[in-house]
């Protein structure tokens, strides 16, 4: 199957039509030498950096360590960009780039708790659902089931990492908004994983 044209739509993701590139699917191999991928390596290298530090400051919002949880974050942004301009999709890049969000998601939320920046009770349950989805995934995979991001999940990475974000910038108000509103997609989003996971299992057993 030919692959769509590539727009400036499509080149920064705005643009999700038609179906997922076939490097990209369960069984493909996994193609880790690839420019994405080295993006998706730098991002994780840069989480423990970011915890150290972030957890080693007096408040937690040092600056230093904000900027590198926003560069982390709109990382994703630029290994996406950077597999649709070069057409290098792997497998690899495929399953790494959800779990280097979520680690991030955790990490940012561990720091957020320990200096009180945003709700508790929040923050638990935002890392609850993490922990679950990336506990959940290998699980779905063995059994033959794979869950593509729909679209509140994508729509909420932005609220959380911005929620988390400027907590970490101090910017307490602003970020608690954002995380009720990102934690309520991904909420969403997972029932809707979970919906689709209990339809495909039942259909293979």
């Known amino acids: 199957m030919a692959r769509p044209s590539l727009t400036f739509r499509r080149a920064v993701g705005l643009d999700r039509s038609g179906p997922l590139p076939p490097e990209t699917e369960a069984g493909a191999p996994l193609h880790p030498w690839t420019i994405p991928n080295a993006i998706g390596f730098l991002r994780a290298a ?15 919002t040092d600056a230093l360590p904000a900027v590198i949880f926003a560069v982390v974050a709109w990382g994703d942004y630029a290994d996406g960009i950077a597999a649709r301009l070069t057409g290098q999709y792997s497998r690899l890049g495929a399953i790494l780039d959800p779990i280097v969000d ?23 349950v935002l890392a609850a659902r993490e922990a679950f989805m990336l506990a ?43 995380l009720y509103v990102g934690l309520a997609l991904a909420l969403a989003a997972t029932f809707l994983y979970g919906r689709t996971a209990v339809r495909e299992l039942s259909s293979s057993s």
Request: glycine share 8%; aromatic share 12%; with cysteine.
């Open 102 to 124: 979520r680690s991030l998601v955790l990490a940012g939320a561990i720091v957020c708790w320990k200096f009180e920046l945003l709700p508790r009770w929040a923050l638990l």
């Open 136 to 178: 959940v995934g290998p699980f779905l995979v063995r059994r033959g089931v794979e869950l593509k991001i729909n679209w509140p999940g994508r729509i909420s990475v932005f609220p959380i990492m911005s929620a988390i974000f400027f907590g970490l910038c101090g910017l307490t108000t602003l970020a608690e908004i954002l």
């Open 46 to 60: 840069l989480i423990p950096v970011f915890l150290v530090l972030a957890l080693s400051s007096e408040s937690g």
